[in-house]
């Protein structure tokens, strides 16, 4: 898993380490370790008021979650069912 290493509202570094040794490097970093992967999280980036902001071409900016494969795949099964929904429906009507 991807982390980023967070002192004071702040990406120090990124690492990768398992979920299982996230505890223990917290400790021995004394450093925040958070899930850098939905923000796309890097080194500068800064937490304001809950939010992850990065500084791009001189203006801070709020970054989006980016979606994860899983729940991408999820969302086009949700709008194939949908579609095939409206046929269905269109189908039904024509006859």
Do not use: C, F
């Not at 970093?29 to 899930?35: C, H, P, R």
């Amino acid at each position: 898993m991807k982390y980023a290493v967070v002192k004071s509202d702040m990406v120090e570094n990124v690492l990768v380490a398992s979920p299982e040794q996230k505890e223990e490097l917290e400790q021995a970093l004394g450093a925040e370790l958070v899930d850098a992967t939905p923000y796309g999280l890097q080194i500068g980036d800064m937490r304001v008021n809950g939010a992850w902001t990065r500084n791009q071409d001189g203006e801070q900016i709020t970054l989006d979650e980016n979606a994860t494969y899983d729940e991408l795949v999820a969302h086009i099964a949700e709008l194939e069912a949908i579609l095939k929904g409206k046929e269905a429906d269109t189908n039904a009507a024509e006859e």
